[in-house]
């Protein structure tokens, strides 16, 4: 869905069905048709754009001039259907809905391929990623020799926050018998999303067999705990009126790691986007348990569109009880000389790249050890993915090194 002969052939289709829709009368009709359509479809595209961004507000960036450009097509692809079908008969009517339909599929892939959300159907359909086990189970470790890939399980974690599954990679060496306790990291997906992202559009499990075939079958445990609630939700990462995903992640999740899987004292967190940001404010709470923390493309606060919106929504407009969790607030007011970060962003990220260096400075000026990476790329899953991998070694050595 991302790229190869299919978008392409996808997009042919698209345009020489938008050629088609505007067919089927005299050409100066056809000529004012075409016009009108256009106005409207802009019409229809602004409205939508506006209700996106400041009514319904399902996440608190503006939407890119590409994504609304392609917005706009779809949209002129349902608008040039009504006068085609107008004016035409059996059979033609049910193909230009078809053809309509075509142009809409088009346009919302071309959507898909600015974020690099579904790189496959499976993806966008949910299907389980590869070497899944059944909901709720975790693998025996009775193999005498590590296998060539880790499992990847999806289990509930509970607590004080109400969370989806969360999904967790095995690496090769934990399935063997009698394995050593292993490093953790933890890692946050982005808004709009759910921790199976990190799998299905990041390709964890794939990239961390990789680096674990390099090493024996030695790679870190990754837990990808549930941040949101739901795929639209956005409670900050923080406890406050919107729940209480601090303690959930500070407490709750550490405490069913240490009783569920065999691990060390070695752990690290991160993220990709909100949950670079979400990496960003767990470290800082935790310090000591997680003195190494990766943040991709994360914000230089935690926001649902303006400060005004967020602290009303997150404490009932007391600006003190914000920035006492607000991670840039916090590090002008504290040293951090034992944590270390790596920012990553992209190089054509004009939104969260300039906000990852005000977050380098910060952190710099409180003490911390900051790795900083631009990677090519736009802010999406096509750069997330690459940056865990090119992050995995420094991760790895900040967590005990190779075994």
């Not at 503006?62 to 035409?88: D, E, F, M, N, T």
């Not at 060496?173 to 709009?192: C, D, E, H, M, T």
Request: glycine share 10%; proline share 9%; net charge negative.
């Amino acid at each position: 869905m991302l790229g190869g002969a299919v978008p392409a052939l996808l997009f042919v289709a698209a345009a020489l069905g938008l050629i088609w829709l505007t067919g089927g009368r005299r050409r100066r009709w056809r000529l004012r048709s075409i016009v009108l359509s256009v106005i409207l479809s802009a019409l229809i595209t602004a409205a939508l754009v506006y209700y996106t961004e400041n009514i319904w507000q399902p996440f608190p960036d503006a939407l890119p001039a590409p994504v609304i450009a392609l917005i706009g097509v779809g949209v002129l692809g349902l608008v040039l259907l009504v006068p085609r079908v107008r004016h035409s008969t059996w059979p033609v009517r049910p193909l230009a809905v078809v053809i309509s339909t075509v142009v809409l599929l088009a346009a919302a892939n071309g959507v898909n391929i600015y974020y690099g959300q579904f790189p496959t159907l499976g993806a966008l359909l949910g299907a389980p990623v590869d070497d899944e086990l059944p909901a709720g189970v975790l693998p025996p470790s009775d193999q005498s020799t590590p296998p060539a890939h880790g499992d990847v399980a999806q289990l509930t974690i509970p607590g004080s926050f109400a969370a989806r599954p969360a999904m967790i990679y095995l690496p090769p060496v934990y399935l063997v018998r009698n394995s050593p306790p292993l490093p953790v990291l933890i890692l946050f997906a982005g808004q709009p999303g759910s921790p199976r992202d990190w799998f299905a559009s990041g390709d964890l499990a794939d990239r961390m067999d990789a680096f674990a075939a390099a090493d024996h079958g030695f790679a870190p445990i990754v837990v990808v705990p549930d941040v949101l609630g739901s795929a639209l939700d956005n409670p900050l990462c923080m406890d406050s009126r919107l729940g209480k995903v601090g303690t959930y992640l500070d407490h709750d999740v550490p405490q069913w790691i240490e009783h569920h899987l065999r691990v060390d004292g070695h752990w690290a967190v991160g993220g990709a986007s909100n949950g670079g940001t979400c990496s960003l404010q767990t470290a800082l709470r935790q310090p000591k348990l997680f003195p190494t923390f990766l943040d991709i493309a994360g914000q230089d606060e935690p926001t649902l569109g303006t400060r005004e919106q967020t602290v009303a929504a997150t404490f009932g407009g007391d600006e003190a009880a914000f920035r006492a969790q607000n991670p840039l607030d916090e590090l002008a007011t504290h040293h951090y000389p034992g944590l270390a970060a790596m920012l990553t962003t992209s190089d054509q990220d004009d939104v969260y790249g300039p906000q990852a260096q005000r977050v380098r400075q910060a952190l710099e000026a409180a003490g911390v050890s900051v790795q900083f990476r631009v990677l090519p790329g736009r802010h999406g899953w096509m750069s997330f993915g690459p940056a865990l991998s090119q992050a995995l070694p420094w991760l790895v050595t900040r967590m005990g090194g190779t075994r």
